[in-house]
């Protein structure tokens, strides 16, 4: 029987072995390379679903609607590494814009978030026809090239020119409320044949925070107005004014009241009913809001009674706007229910913090300056109403 020749200590092997060896160290080193490529995958995905669970969290515990907003922009380009990520929501009567507004939103500290009307300026083709009775498809992501004539408006001020694009609808019980934008300087980033479900994971959490921080913006805005006038109550102007004491101890600024007050509001409610009296006072807010800067606040403290703070404003400022705004009410006529209508009237205390009053406790402080002006509101009344009376501290 032939026995296989082992080859000779210190004799070359033939070219076919030699090939075959090498064929197999080039498989070798490239499958090493290829799992060194899947090891480092694995870690970057690793590390990409941590930072994405830490931001889910972060945007969960957001407890308002600056928090959360300013969270999303801020950390979102970070961690996905984009160049460009906005919102656009979905506003259709501007009720979100106002109450924002009113629950001091500074809008302008986030460019990058933008309302629309109508859910065709979102962008997303119409829901396809279904079976009659079958609920409509939701929009799906728009992903692709960036265009300047279509998607220039969504990133306002973009550091790098950018190259590709993602539209995500941002979507709750399958209604649209708005959509998340999401660019990058890389032209393969977002293609169409991408695939979207982590986009839409994302994009879904943030719906769902979007919605929560909303609803409970609302609600607060909601415990803070007064429902007949749409201005701020005294919970809020009790609440305000206390921040603005401290604000404006840091900033050494003049903080100033007025005291408003209906002049005979019995008498319009006797002569033109409840409703009439409702409207008066109704048409008051709206006069006397017309007369103030973003920056002051207006409450309804109850019955005929208003009070206005005005911020870095001093005794004389603030009594040349409470002429102002009582002027605006007397010298037009008021038109009420019935095409009937009626003059009002209204006195107005006005008083400001005297200095020194910066080292008393802030509640004492707040009382106090309300009451000033109550006791300015209560001369003027005396004096024959329908004027403005400043409170000046009594000599001694």
């Known amino acids: 029987m032939n026995q296989p020749i082992s080859p000779v200590p210190g004799q070359p092997e033939d070219e076919a072995t030699q090939q075959r060896l090498a064929n197999l160290d080039a498989e070798n080193q490239t499958l090493q390379a290829r799992l060194a490529f899947l090891l480092e995958q694995v870690e970057r995905n690793h590390d990409i679903m941590c930072r994405h669970q830490a931001f889910d969290l972060e945007i969960v515990s957001a407890s308002t609607f600056p928090e959360l907003i300013g969270t999303i922009f801020r950390t979102l380009p970070v961690i996905s590494d984009l160049d460009g990520v906005t919102l656009s929501l979905l506003d259709e009567e501007d009720d979100i814009l106002l109450v924002m507004e009113k629950l001091g939103v500074d809008f302008s500290i986030f460019p990058q978030l933008q309302f629309v009307h109508e859910p065709a300026e979102l962008g997303f083709a119409p829901p396809a026809p279904v079976l009659e009775g079958e609920p ?14 279509l998607h220039g408006k969504r990133f306002p001020g973009a550091d790098v020119p950018l190259r590709s694009v993602a539209l995500v609808p941002l979507l709750r019980n399958k209604r649209l409320i708005g959509s998340l934008n999401l660019a990058s300087s890389d ?43 749409g201005v701020y109550n005294r919970r809020y102007i009790d609440r305000r004014l206390l921040e603005e004491i401290a604000r404006a101890r840091r900033q050494n600024y003049f903080i100033s009241c007025m005291y408003i007050d209906i002049d005979h509001f019995k008498l319009v409610n006797d002569t033109h009913g409840h409703q009439g009296g409702d409207e008066v006072l109704r048409e008051v807010a709206t006069r006397i809001r017309h007369e103030l800067r973003r920056s002051d606040a207006l409450g309804r403290f109850g019955g005929e009674e208003f009070v206005v703070l005005l911020i870095d404003a001093d005794l004389d400022s603030a009594s040349f706007v409470a002429e102002r705004i009582r002027a605006s009410i007397a010298d ?13 009237s209204v006195s107005i205390g006005v008083a400001s913090l005297d200095g020194e009053s910066i080292l008393q406790p802030m509640e004492t402080v707040s009382q106090q300056l309300v009451a000033n002006a109550d006791l300015a509101l209560y001369q003027a009344k005396a004096n024959g109403r329908n004027q403005v009376v400043s409170w000046q501290a009594p000599i001694s």
């Open 136 to 149: 409509a498809l939701p929009p799906l992501p728009l992903l692709g090239v960036f265009d300047t004539a």
């Open 187 to 229: 032209a393969a980033r977002f293609t169409p044949a991408l695939g979207t479900d982590f986009i839409k994971h994302m994009a879904s959490i943030i719906a769902i925070c979007l919605e929560n921080v909303i609803s409970n913006e609302m609600l607060k805005y909601i415990g803070l107005t007064d429902s007949l006038t």
């Open 332 to 344: 037009t006529m008021f038109d009420l229910p019935g095409n009937t209508q009626t003059w009002v």
